[in-house]
C-alpha cells in the first residue's frame, strides 16, 4: 500500500513538473495594445484628409520589415493630394512616407522597432506631392509603448 501511495504521489509531482515547463515554454502574451492613430482633417474637401496607424500586430506582421508593429499611410479623401506621414521614436525623426495613391489606398510601413516605453510621434498630413516634405494641414499624436 505504501508503494502505490508513493508512486501516486511521484506521478503527481512529474506531472506538475511538466504542466509547469509547458507553461513556461509558451511565449509571453501582449502587455497590451499600443494601436494608435492620428488624422488629419481636409477643410476645403470637408472630408478626413488621411489616417496614419501604429498597429501592434504581434509576430508575422504584412509590413514586409523584420518587426511585430508597423504603421499605415492612409490616403483618405478625394482631394488631389497624397498624405504624408512621419513617425519619430524618442524625440527622433525615424523616416517619412509619401502616399499618393488617391482615395482609398493604403502603404504599409515599417520604419523602426518600437521598445517598450519608447515614445512615439505620429504626424500626417496633406502633401502637394512627393518632393513635398513639409505637407499641410498637419496633425498629430505621441504615446508611450506599453509593450513595443
Known sequence: MQVQRLALTMSMA?????????????PAAAAGSDDHYVTYWDSYKNCQGGRLDFVDYGEGAP???????????????????????????????????YN??????????????????????????????????SGYSCNDTTFRSIDG
Open 63 to 97: 509590413g514586409g520589415g523584420m518587426n511585430d508593429d508597423y504603421f499605415v499611410v492612409r490616403d483618405t479623401c478625394a482631394n488631389g493630394d497624397g498624405v504624408l506621414g512621419r513617425v519619430y521614436r524618442n524625440g527622433v525623426l525615424i523616416d517619412i512616407k
Open 14 to 26: 512529474a506531472a506538475a513538473v511538466a504542466g509547469a515547463l509547458v507553461v513556461s515554454a509558451s
Open 100 to 133: 499618393g495613391g488617391g482615395s482609398g489606398s493604403s502603404i504599409i510601413w515599417d520604419p523602426v522597432q518600437v521598445y517598450a516605453n519608447d515614445v512615439i510621434r505620429m504626424e500626417i498630413c496633406g502633401a502637394n506631392g512627393p518632393e513635398d516634405y
